[in-house]
Each structure stands twice: as C-alpha cells, then as structure tokens.
C-alpha cells in the first residue's frame, strides 16, 4: 500500500490526510511540535495513520505533502525526500513569512523555492488553492457535470501526472499549468485563488493572472 509522508498537520494537511485514510492511503502525519500533539488526530484517522516526526514521515513517505507556513520551508528535511515526489501546497503570506524580494518582485515562485531546497525530490504544485474544508466536501466523480478543478505545476512529468491522479481520488479535474516557474498564476490573490472553478473556467483564470500583485 502507498504511504503518504504528510509534513504539516494543519488545515489541510489534516484534511488531506482525511480524505487519504479514506481511500485506503496509508499516511505518516508530522508537525513541528511532536508526535505526541498528534494523538488525537492519528486516533480519529484509525489504524492507517500514525504521528512521527517530520523526519520520520519523510523517510516513510513514497511520496511527500508539504504543508507548513511558507516562512519554515528550509526546515523540511531534504535526505529522507531525496528521488521522491513531493507535493508543495504552501503559500506566501508577506504578514506571516517576512518579505521575501524574490517573490515580491515576482522573480521567484514558492514551489520553486522549495524545490531548490529539495534539490533531489521532484516537487509539484498542488491543494494550495482550495478552502481546507472543500478538500473532503466538494470532490465529484469524473465525468460529473461542473467538476470542480484544481491546479498543478512542476517540472517533472511523473510528479504533476501523481498529483492529476490524486486528485482525480479525491473527486477533482485538474489543470496543468506547466512547470514550477508558471505556479505564481494559481498563487494568492490571483483569479484562481480559492475560488471554486470547473476545468475551464480554471484554465481561463490562469490566463488572465497578473505576475505582480
């Protein structure tokens, strides 16, 4: 059974990990304060799920979900993601993260930045433009009239086509943007943010995004 390394158990790390018991994923769920502040978690998600470090849930991981505040991405460990996909759902928030110039004069992306910290995983965009609660409630089964959909990015073949299959699970269609330097079109304050979208009007809203905000 495929393992899901989740490292940031937070709105939607939980809720992605929710939805992934439920599909019979077998998940490795970390935060920053320890495994033991995961208890109840691990014991609502049942016998799939346990708590561990964010070590621990890399090293188990066939493949990763990051998702922590933007400002902690080079705290996650790099060696246990080495040649795996990792699925980069963070985004920037200048109140919470500091400024990061890089970003502000759109000469950066989030999910490129963590990739450069991953240097050998293969990381994707993916969850980081959807309500964490609509990730368990707004799924539909494909070929559904108005199916939601959600976007990736990433310079890898394998990792976006992963994400377009998770998502497929999880009841979305999927955009593919292109590679990671094109992943500021689905970032904050853009039209696609956190709107619900079907693949087209997705599509649409990627186009007319502004690089700089």
């Not at 939980?14 to 439920?22: D, F, N, Y």
């Not at 000469?107 to 609660?133: C, M, Q, W, Y």
């Not at 497929?168 to 689905?186: A, H, K, M, Q, Y």
């Not at 304050?189 to 979208?197: L, W």
Request: aromatic letters at 6%; glycine letters at 8%.
């Amino acid at each position: 059974m495929t393992t899901i390394g989740i490292i940031g158990a937070g709105h939607i790390g939980s809720q992605i990990a929710r939805k992934a018991v439920q599909l019979g994923y077998d998940v490795v769920i970390s935060n920053s304060r320890g495994a033991e502040s995961l208890a109840s978690l691990a014991a609502e998600l049942g016998p799939r799920a346990r708590a561990a470090t964010a070590a621990e849930a890399a090293a188990a991981a066939d493949f990763a979900v990051v998702t922590i505040p933007f400002k902690n991405y080079r705290d996650v460990p790099a060696a246990p993601l080495a040649g795996k996909i990792v699925i980069d759902t963070n985004n920037y928030y200048w109140e919470r993260d500091g400024h990061v110039p890089a970003l502000d004069k759109g000469e950066a992306t989030v999910s490129g930045l963590l990739a450069e910290h991953l240097k050998d995983s293969r990381v994707a965009k993916g969850f980081n433009h959807i309500p964490a609660a609509d990730i368990t409630t707004t799924g539909s089964v494909a070929g559904t009239a108005n199916r939601r959909a959600l976007a990736t990015a990433s310079d890898h073949a394998d990792a976006a086509a992963l994400v377009t299959r998770l998502y497929d699970e999880f009841g979305f269609d999927t955009v593919n943007i292109g590679p990671l330097s094109e992943s500021w079109r689905v970032e904050r304050d853009r039209p696609a943010y956190v709107v619900r979208q079907n693949a087209a009007e997705l599509a649409a809203n990627l186009a007319r995004a502004p690089r700089l905000i």
